[in-house]
């Protein structure tokens, strides 16, 4: 059975509570550059295909060490999923430009993601609205899930993820074999199940699914 919940998701695991409604939350600070006082310039980086690759830099990979965006690779850059870009571009810490080193905007980088991922706008409001409450969410490819949540303070490596995600738009309709078959992947994995329900207007709603047995 599915319940529907009000607070926050660090609340689920002891109350059974959703996650806060989306407008009564404070998005986290932009990052600033405490010696000069002034906000970080963007990270250059260059879409390739269905990565994002940014230059290497400190700042880079800074974006990585302090909140696990991307995979540092072996020449020291930090390679980018279409999602992480994105929300790096709307934050203003990612300058993206194409091969022929022209600036790509917003409805252009969007277009080509949601060529390359057709559920890309269902899969960004759920991955946005988690960041924001700062969380650190990853792909949960390997487990059969759109993505793994960590709790606040834990990153990848120093721990498990505490919850798969599967992100749907509330007009969707799943079978309950695919509803059953979520199910099983959050139990063989030993991970708490979340459904996020995101509306016309891109806000998100959180179900926790729980087996029962009688």
């Not at 996650?19 to 250059?44: Q, R, S």
């Not at 706008?121 to 949960?140: M, P, Q, S």
Request: proline content about 4%; charged content about 35%.
């Amino acid at each position: 059975m599915a319940k529907k919940k009000k607070e926050s998701i660090e609340a689920v695991a002891d109350t059974e509570t959703l996650i806060e409604e989306p407008k009564i939350l404070a998005e986290a600070p932009e990052e600033t550059d405490e010696k000069k006082g002034k906000k970080k310039k963007p990270v250059p980086a260059v879409l390739c295909g269905e990565k994002v690759i940014t230059e290497s830099s400190d700042d880079a990979r800074e974006l990585y060490n302090q909140s696990r965006f991307g995979n540092i690779t072996e020449n020291g850059k930090v390679e980018l999923s279409l999602l992480e870009a994105f929300y790096l571009m709307e934050k203003g810490r990612l300058e993206l430009k194409n091969d022929s080193n022209k600036i790509i905007t917003f409805e252009t980088y969007l277009k080509k993601a949601r060529k390359a991922e057709p559920n890309f706008w269902i899969r960004y409001c759920v991955f946005k609205d988690i960041r924001n409450r700062g969380y650190i969410i990853k792909t949960a490819l390997k487990f059969g899930a759109d993505f793994r949540v960590y709790d606040r303070g834990v990153k990848p490596g120093e721990d498990h993820a505490r919850w798969i995600i599967y992100p749907v738009h509330e007009g969707e309709t799943l079978t309950w074999y695919e509803f059953a078959a979520k199910n099983r992947v959050a139990h063989s994995t030993k991970k708490r199940l979340l459904m996020g329900i995101v509306d016309d207007e891109g806000d998100v709603t959180y179900y926790e699914i729980k087996w029962m047995r009688p």
